[in-house]
Structure formats: structure tokens, C-alpha cells
């Protein structure tokens, strides 16, 4: 779910960068903000009915966690190369 997450973010930041232009950049975020927050809400209780459940265990048993080993390096190549358009939405892993 990360990867396309990933992958669909490469798609939009341009996307939202361009639309900020045009459209100004304050107005754009609002409208992609709670737009994804819809879609995020939306694809999030799907998931709990197939899990059958909403709290961590399912989560965890769906999902299970594996390690991600970051140096500092990966960190500020994280961080410089995220977009201004899509800082608020930026997440870490």
C-alpha cells in the first residue's frame, strides 16, 4: 500500500505544483487536503470491514511490520528531496 502511495504521489506533485500556478497555491492545497483525507477515510473503513475489525491486531496480522533501516544519509536525501507543494502531506516511513 506504500508503494502505490508512493507511486501515486510522484503523479500528483506536479500535478498540484501546476494548479498552484494557476489557481494559487493556498486554495489548491485546501482542495487536494481534504480531498485526500475523504479518499483516505473512505479506503480506511473498506479496509477495517475486510479485516473485520478496526484496532491494531487486525492491523498488525493484515499488515505485519518489517524493519526499515535508515542512515543519515537517507534521511536528508528524504528531506531535500521532498516537494514544497506536498509538504503537508509528506510522511515518513
Do not use: C, Y
Amino acid at each position: 500500500m506504500l508503494r502505490r502511495r508512493e507511486i501515486e504521489a510522484r503523479i500528483l506533485i506536479p500535478l498540484i505544483e501546476a494548479l498552484s500556478a494557476e489557481f494559487g497555491h493556498e486554495r489548491v492545497l485546501e482542495n487536494v487536503q481534504r480531498t485526500i483525507l475523504g479518499i483516505a477515510r473512505s479506503q480506511g473503513a473498506a479496509l477495517a470491514e475486510q479485516m473485520n475489525g478496526r484496532g491494531l491486531k487486525e492491523f498488525h496480522d493484515r499488515f505485519p511490520l518489517k524493519k526499515v533501516h535508515l542512515n543519515r544519509k537517507d534521511a536528508k536525501n528524504a528531506k531535500a528531496n521532498r516537494s514544497k507543494a506536498f509538504a503537508p502531506f509528506a510522511a515518513w516511513r
